[in-house]
């Protein structure tokens, strides 16, 4: 059900937003939990609503501490987290969680989760000025 949200928070995100509310509150287990405030947090960042974003993904980033997972699903998180702060220009945040995102791919056999985490590290190099970093 949460891969299905997580689509539709593209789509329709207001939707997606009001639904997983509701659904929050009634789960008390951090990996049931966790998946549902990275949904809403892509939900508020497509809606531009940034510091909402930021709450959900931060709460996010505490219940994933409460359990080991899968490293696919830190990275996402990391990722997410930076993608809101380049997006609102703070770039020193966006390069801690970028930083930690790549620290975290290089533990995973994923290349195309490996691929997009350091194309998004290179923007990141190229809007700070860092052309060579960028290319590298």
Known sequence: MIEILQERADANPDSVKKVLIIRLNEFKDARKRSPIHHVLGVAYKNLGDYDSA???????????????????????????????????????????????????????????????VLLSVGWLSREQGKHALALD
């Open 54 to 116: 930021i709450y959900h993904l931060n709460a996010e980033d505490s219940l994933l501490n409460d359990y080991a997972p899968e490293i696919e699903i830190a990275v996402n998180n990391e990722s997410e987290l930076a993608d809101i702060y380049y997006q609102r220009g703070d770039l020193v945040n966006a390069e801690l969680h970028y930083n930690n995102a790549l620290k975290l791919v290089e533990k995973s056999n994923d290349y195309k989760l490996k691929s997009g």
